[in-house]
Antibody
């Protein structure tokens, strides 16, 4: 059974870079799309972006050029870096696998991590 | 971006009752690329429906969904105790993909 686990610092200072890693266990990271999603306290879910196992990615324009994602197939991990953070970036960050039906990937998410709370504060 | 509006915000029902949740989009998007998720506190969200009406693997048939264009519905035919949770819709037909604000189904 595939499981996802987010890891990284729970506290980041304003203007610094938030870095998170999602470790995939119980299955291969290859041949799937993987996304990051966040939920600020008391607010809705926001899709951040996705990455494919070969490194191609797409981000939410609302985050402009602050987002960088990468994948390490040897470690079965993918990562998120969000630069120049502010208090508005305080949220629970979750990683998720894209649903695949008959070998075709979609933008629905069939497996999610539990999420990690990241607070931006000095 | 496409805004998804879910209604009602909270649904108070008893086990065994029928739940009908609505998700309305601000614009039409591609090919009914709409998903529904169940989310319980302390747990990861669970994919219920993709493609507007297809149940994900292992989802009981008391969950059904329909809709097209801008109006979508998730129906739980008879609520079981484990169905009380928050439900989100999500469109993946037009980037950026967006979520509704959620409907909480609570025990009356």
């Amino acid at each position: 059974q595939v499981q996802l686990q987010e890891s990284g610092p729970g506290l980041v200072k304003p203007s610094e870079t938030l870095s998170l890693t999602c470790t995939v266990s119980g299955g291969s990271i290859s041949s799937y799309y993987w996304s990051w999603i966040r939920q600020p306290p008391g607010k809705g879910l926001e899709w951040i972006g996705y990455i494919y196992d070969r490194g191609s990615s797409n981000n939410n324009p609302s985050l402009k050029s602050r987002v960088t994602m990468s994948v390490d197939t040897s470690k079965n991990q993918f990562s998120l870096r969000l630069s120049s953070v502010t208090a508005a970036d305080t949220a629970v960050y979750s990683c998720a696998r894209h649903h695949k039906w008959e070998l075709v990937s979609s933008g629905a998410f069939d497996i999610w991590g539990q999420g990690i709370m990241v607070t931006v504060s000095s | 971006e496409i805004v998804l509006t879910q209604s009602p915000g909270t649904l108070s029902l008893s086990p065994g009752e029928r739940a009908t949740l609505s998700c309305r989009a601000s614009q039409i998007f591609s090919s009914n690329y709409l998903a529904w998720y169940q989310h319980k506190p302390g747990q990861a969200p669970r994919l219920l429906i993709y493609g507007a009406s297809s149940r994900a693997t292992g989802i009981p048939d008391r969950f059904s969904a329909s809709g097209s264009g801008t109006d979508f519905t998730l129906t739980i035919s008879r609520l079981e105790p484990e169905d009380f949770a928050v439900y989100y819709c999500q469109q993946y037909g037009r980037s950026p993909w967006t979520f509704g604000q959620g409907t909480k189904v609570e025990i009356k």
